[in-house]
């Protein structure tokens, strides 16, 4: 049982604030004052006797302890809403929830998208893209059922459980017919510091790899695009100069139908670590975790590329 100075509107609140890292934003969705808010938070702080939220110009963050209570309740208040759901509805629909980076998008996910359906072609599956922070807090807060991706690196996988599919690097391609492909001998890396690159916005882990990757080889190209847009991304490539550095298997299609052509060894020697993340403290539907069993299997007859023979050079 709850304790009973802690009561459920504490709770309600403390979610939305971590959903929104702003009181006044989660006031307005809780239809209450921002000082009404202020107080509650105040009032499960003081019951709880730790600090929950770090106070800051631009709006709050979670501290360790707040991240530990995010960790079960927020799945707690997402159970009570289903229950809730459950006895409005006379047959409940099974939904699976999944939050996707952008480096599985087009070939490990819609391939283990196909296997579930082929056991299971009723099953409604939600998939939304967005960072590994976003995608990690709304698992933290119950409104996923895990995170599929490159994320081992990632500071908000802290608390929750990550279980290691295989590793991916990260390369740079251009496209077929680039001019600096044409200079009659294999190009160097330094042939392509002058034209644009795609690459990954600021605050993913994805964009220091690259950040690393340029010191290391002491160059800074200039910045066309930042963005984790594949469509976008791939478009822009094959219409341009541009160079794109990205997770192999996001290229492996048009590297593999040679509309781009790998020009430099990855950008890490052994690659990041795709796996799944989920919230341990949330009780998995049977429906997903049949889809953990389609991934593990699709994870272990994923095609592996041998990226040194679609070097350029």
């Not at 929830?97 to 009723?122: C, K, M, Y």
């Not at 002058?194 to 220091?208: A, D, F, K, N, S």
């Not at 290391?216 to 991304?233: F, G, K, M, N, Y």
């Not at 794109?244 to 996001?250: E, L, M, Q, S």
Request: glycine share 6%; proline share 7%; with cysteine.
């Amino acid at each position: 049982m709850i304790h009973s100075p802690i009561k459920l509107r504490h709770l309600a609140a403390f979610a939305e604030v971590a959903r929104h890292g702003q009181f006044a934003s989660a006031a307005e969705a809780l239809s209450i004052t921002q000082p009404g808010m202020s107080k509650t938070i105040r009032e499960l702080e003081t019951n709880l006797g730790v600090v929950l939220f770090e106070r800051g110009p631009r709006g709050v963050t979670l501290t360790p302890a707040g991240r530990t209570l995010l960790r079960y309740t927020a799945p707690a208040l997402r159970s009570i809403d289903e229950g809730i759901e459950a006895v409005r509805s006379e047959a409940p629909e099974t939904v699976i929830r999944i939050g996707a980076l952008s480096n599985v998008e087009g070939g490990l996910l819609p391939e283990t998208l196909l296997a579930l359906h082929r056991a299971q072609p009723d099953l409604r599956v939600e998939v939304d893209t967005g960072t590994s922070a976003a995608l990690l807090t709304r698992l933290r807060l119950g409104e996923l059922d895990l995170v599929i991706g490159r994320m081992s690196e990632a500071q908000e996988i802290r608390d929750l459980s990550f279980e290691h599919l295989y590793y991916e690097p990260m390369i740079v391609v251009v496209r077929e017919g680039h001019p600096a492909l044409d200079a009659g001998s294999a190009p160097t890396l330094d042939a392509f510091t002058h034209y644009p690159w795609v690459i990954p916005p600021r605050g993913t882990t994805l964009r220091e790899q690259v950040e690393r990757y340029w010191v290391e080889r002491s160059i800074d190209p200039p910045h066309a695009i930042e963005t984790l847009s594949l469509p976008l991304s791939q478009a822009y490539v094959l219409r341009s100069d541009a160079a794109w550095v990205t997770p192999a298997d996001t290229a492996r299609a048009a590297v593999s139908s040679h509309q781009m052509v790998v020009i430099a060894s990855p950008v890490e020697i052994r690659g990041g670590s795709v796996g799944f993340a989920v919230n341990s403290s949330q009780p998995m539907s049977r429906a997903a975790r049949q889809f953990c069993d389609c991934l593990r299997s699709t994870a272990a007859e994923y095609p592996g590329v041998d990226w040194a023979n679609h070097l350029s050079a």
